[in-house]
């Protein structure tokens, strides 16, 4: 079969299965290296967030990855394609130069019993970034994040001079047996953080040049649609679990998690932010 | 205890009584190591095979098991090269499957060899005239394919995705695992022919000799497909098997039923093959030999009943089954037909593994009897134990069911009910305009 077997001798066949044999060996080798050499590639590049978001997007539930224009409305199904950044959708772009979203003109939106204010902008994950006049943007918890979490037991807030990046981890809070990452809406570097007393928030100051994007996140009138499946996410996330919900109607309290005691906390907030 | 090892929104039994299902598996496992150390310190004197009976419980075991694997390699060749997306509902599972299948295989053959320390010489000084070598490449490289395949999923671990090297490693990996998927049907597709063909190429076994295409024996193509049959039916089996067991949705029906439907296909075109094959042999290749074919099924317990339950109650009656779309809708059937098309492989593995050595070939020859000694038993008992330890090991910390989370929630709402929310919300998005 081998050159140092004894008596052997080439034929087409050794050729053929040696041959077969080694380029299986190569490919099986060669994968290993090319993942390998990604992954060095990919920490040197600081690529393991954005990864990271990628797969858990991957993760979500198909009813989760709706695209905002669906759940607006304007396309009949929809599902994201960019993993909630729309900067790189052409959809979106598309959607918006066909249908700008006038800015909102009274600045304060109650929905649903919560203050979603409209001088803001709002990711899918239950974060908020609102730009500042010193050309910072203050990245916070919206109104459902703050009741889902209650007072948080913990909270791990960035350093000052550390980078977030859009659907990064801003912060992580612990509630309970929770613990779950709230994503950046934003890339910068974090230049100040607010405690307890002044409510949980990262000041970021944005790496880009000119205008700051920001069309990525939701605004205006589309938070309305959003927050409705939000609402009924929750009711989902927490009937699978086991706990009572009510069918319609009523106001989140503050404390959700007081409400349910037993319930599996992780598992609910988990799904509310996006943490599979 | 080990809560933060499990993923979120899943969930599993206490760790004590995880712990006492593992420790009842670990005690078998313990006894069936001690069998097989026996049989490696002591020598294949504990077995009761011989030079005349030499393939037993071992090879059937073997056999059975890496036909029943081939769901692996069935279920990524659907996914990643067919691109039928819906068979990512179980890939994970099917992946684990193949691993113990073929690992527990490997092991045995170890044991079996009785000199697994010089394994590495079929490596380097391998037998140009067997079709064993084949296999034996072919197993190793596909094993090695399947260790490569079971890290991404392993690194997908909750905590172990938390450290940024594993996850961008499971990410890249994951990105070529198509390669990996063609590279394991290739394989897949050699050995589990080669191991047909072993059978089929023993011109002095007219029971077993088969005529063929080339080289290759009949076996060679009938195994690969009664392989490629059982393993989607395998995965369905282990699937409703693990949901009964651990009480939780984890794939969706029609992902089962898709299963049964393909598994139905197959088994449907093999019973056609093999009675072809079948009829080629009684009426022409066995009387070439000598041997009129009824005299094959005239030793007892061998008698034509094995050959028409391994084709008709096996083969034929659950590729019926499976074909017919309102049976398949029921569990009941659907289960059934696939744990009979899993019987009927391992049938068939029996019959070409211990009725061939079994019969006499020789005037002077006499019908063989052989019973497994209870080391051969242990070591068969130990893979068995190894396997349910590593799938249940993989069933808790892993994601073996990616839609085990969405499946515990019930959607509340109709379609339309999702229809007028969504007019709802087109109304209160441009009512703002």
Redesign the interface.
Known sequence: MFPWNYGFQWNAGHIIFLGAFYSVLAAIAATVIAAARGSRRDLAANRAEEIGWREEFHDLPARDRVCRHALTGEIEHGECLHAFDCRQCETHARLTELRPLPWPVKPEEDLFGMAFPLDRFYHRGHAWAQPEPDGTVTVGLDDLGQRLLGVPDAVELPQPGARVETNGTAFRVHKRDANVRVLSPVDGEVVETGGADRGWYLKVKLEVFGEPEFRHLLRGAEVRPWLLQEMERLQLALSAEGAPTLADGGVPVADIAACYPTTDWDAVCGEMFLEP | MD?QFIA??V?RCSTARFLVWMAAWAALLVFGLYAAGLCLVEGLNQTNMDNRFAFGLWIFLDLTVIALGAGAFFTGFLLYILKLDQMRAVINSAVVIGLVCYSGAVCVLAVDVGQPLRAWFTF?????HSML??VT?CIT?YL??LV?EYVPILL?NRRL?QV??F???????H??VY??AG?GT??SFFHQGSLGGLYGVLRGRPFAFREGLAVWPSTFFLFILSAAAVGPSFILLTSWLVEKLSRKRLVRPEVLQLLGRISGLLLAVYVLAKSIDTLVWINRTSPETGFQAWQFYSWKPFGTWILFAEIGLFGLVPALILLAPKLRRRTGWLVSAAGMACLGVALNRFVMTVQTLALPTLSFDRFMEYTPSWQETGTFLAVVAYGVLVYSFSFRYL?LF?EE??L?????RTRKAHKL?????????LG??
């Open positions: 809560r979120r929104g969930s380097l000084y391998p037998n140009v070598t084949e490449f490289c090695t394919v490569i997908r995705r940024p090297s996850l961008v490693f499971e990410f890249e990996l990105k070529l390669v990996l590279v290739f394989l994601q990616p989370r969405e515990k929630v019930q959607m509340p929310l969504r007019r709802a919300a087109a109304t209160a998005l703002r305009y």
